[in-house]
């Protein structure tokens, strides 16, 4: 099993519709949570950046964690055709970076015009 | 101000050749990360640097891998003999100080194709 489960899609969606992108995780020293976006040919960009249960917002974009279950979601709202990318779900544990980021294979999302 | 850099963009070898891939972090980071990408994998981190110290070398690949970094700023990863599993775009990422909370920021890459 791997650490980090992620469905790779792709998820096609029309425009303006809500999105749900998930990751389920196995190893619960992860801590720190975060969602990148990659675009193709480029590096992934910072989305959002979680470390507690819960949920955080930021604009369009809602990022949630259950620790309890492992599991962490990413909803984009009033999805637009720019947020066509690769979704990547990414974690890390307590104490210090060493460990580097663990990453989901990444959900390749298409929003249609 | 200027985000992670990474040198060659695409990088086209045969096998047996040695490539060295470069990264310049951004300015003042002090913690260092490569990470390899491939279609099979995903995302894998591979090494990190705390100052020009990469104190676990343990997530290279293999010993034909190996990185440094001079001056507590660029770093070069270089691959030995390259083998075509070693095909995959290669990402820096830099970080203001090594610590698990801390934003890791990426560069865009370098594409190598090993032929």
């Known amino acids: 099993q791997k650490e980090v489960e992620q469905d790779p899609g792709p998820l096609s969606v029309p425009e303006g519709a809500i999105v749900s992108l998930n990751c389920t995780y196995s190893?619960?020293?992860?801590?720190?949570f975060m969602w990148y976006r990659q675009y193709s040919r480029k590096g992934p960009e910072l989305l959002m950046y979680?470390?507690?249960?819960g949920n955080k917002e930021d604009g369009r974009f809602t990022a949630q964690v259950d620790k309890s279950s492992k599991y962490i979601s990413l909803f984009i709202r009033d999805s637009q055709p720019s947020d066509s990318a690769t979704y990547l779900c990414?974690?890390?544990?307590?104490?210090?970076?060493?460990?580097?980021?663990?990453f989901g294979k990444g959900t390749h999302l298409i929003i249609q015009p | 101000g200027a985000g992670v850099s990474q040198s060659p963009s695409n990088k086209v070898t045969e096998k047996g050749k040695d490539v060295e891939l470069r990264c310049d972090p951004i300015?003042?980071?002090?913690?260092l990360y490569w990470y390899r990408q491939s279609l099979g994998q995903g995302l894998e981190f591979l090494i990190y640097f705390q100052g020009n110290s990469a104190p676990d070398k343990s997530g290279l690949p293999s010993d034909r891998f190996s990185a440094e970094r001079t001056g507590g700023s660029v770093s070069t990863l270089t691959i030995q003999r390259t083998q075509q599993e070693d095909s995959a775009v290669y990402l820096c990422?830099?970080?203001?100080?090594?610590?698990?909370?801390?934003?890791?920021?990426f560069g865009p890459g370098t594409r190598l194709t090993v032929l």
């Open positions: 979680t470390y507690s249960s």
């Open positions: 990414a974690m890390i544990v307590s104490g210090g970076g060493a460990d580097g980021l663990t």
């Open positions: 190893n619960s020293a992860f801590q720190y």
């Open positions: 300015s003042g980071h002090t913690a």
């Open positions: 990422a830099s970080s203001l100080v090594l610590a698990s909370e801390d934003t890791q920021y």
